[in-house]
């Protein structure tokens, strides 16, 4: 309901989970309640924002999923942790995705800035799966390295279109799989959650393509 940018929300009948939702409401940046009981709530939205607030806020999503895998790689940080840090990612993507929803048009722009914020929550969370249950060999964690390093290209990419970027990403990306090759016989489940973060990763380059086919095509000619 927030994500998709309904602005007056009144729930019943919501028996033990009134804690819960009061802590949703307080992770969703813009929803105040402003009348509850036991057993109900009534939300609405007192948020205004624009592009520039929308631009900050998925520049803050890029910083954090970096900052993610340095507290995994640097195996400090506990799972509850881990998953807090994933929690205020999902908080900012579901914040993006509720302002592009209800202040801009819906055409292919929106779309495509809508499927990228939900890519970056996606890699996020497969980050935090990884972390879970992962061995965190030396090994595994030179792969997580460079998934960082390209994920700051990506991000670097989103400011600058730079078609040299553009032809040595994907070579990047299969290069990263053939390290991970899993053996069916005995798979190795990092392994597994390695390739998902890949993937994620993967789709996000598809996205900035897509979203940028414009500059690229000028480019090219």
Request: glycine share 4%.
């Amino acid at each position: 309901m927030y994500r998709f940018g309904l602005k007056d929300i009144s729930i019943s009948d919501v028996g033990g989970q009134i804690g819960k939702m009061k802590e949703i409401v307080g992770n969703s940046p813009g929803f105040e309640i402003i009348d509850s009981t036991k057993n109900s709530l009534r939300v609405i939205d007192i948020g205004n924002t624009n592009e520039e607030t929308i631009k900050k806020a998925e520049h803050q999503i890029y910083w954090k999923l970096t900052n993610l895998i340095e507290k995994v790689i640097e195996k400090k940080s506990s799972r509850e942790e881990i998953y807090q840090f994933d929690m205020e990612i999902n908080r900012l993507a579901f914040f993006v995705e509720r302002s592009l929803a209800l202040h801009f048009s819906p055409n292919q722009k929106t779309f495509l800035e809508y499927e990228k914020i939900s890519i970056l929550e996606d890699i996020g969370d497969s980050i935090r799966h990884y972390n879970k249950y992962a061995k965190k060999s030396e090994e595994e964690l030179n792969v997580l390295r460079e998934i960082s390093s390209m994920i700051d290209e990506l991000r670097s990419f989103e400011t600058k279109v730079d078609l040299k970027v553009i032809g040595e990403f994907k070579d990047k990306i299969e290069k990263l799989k053939k390290k991970l090759k899993i053996d069916e016989k005995k798979p190795n489940i990092s392994f597994v959650f390695l390739l998902e973060i890949i993937g994620n990763v993967s789709n996000l380059y598809e996205n900035l393509i897509a979203f940028n086919i414009e500059k690229v095509s000028v480019k090219e000619d």
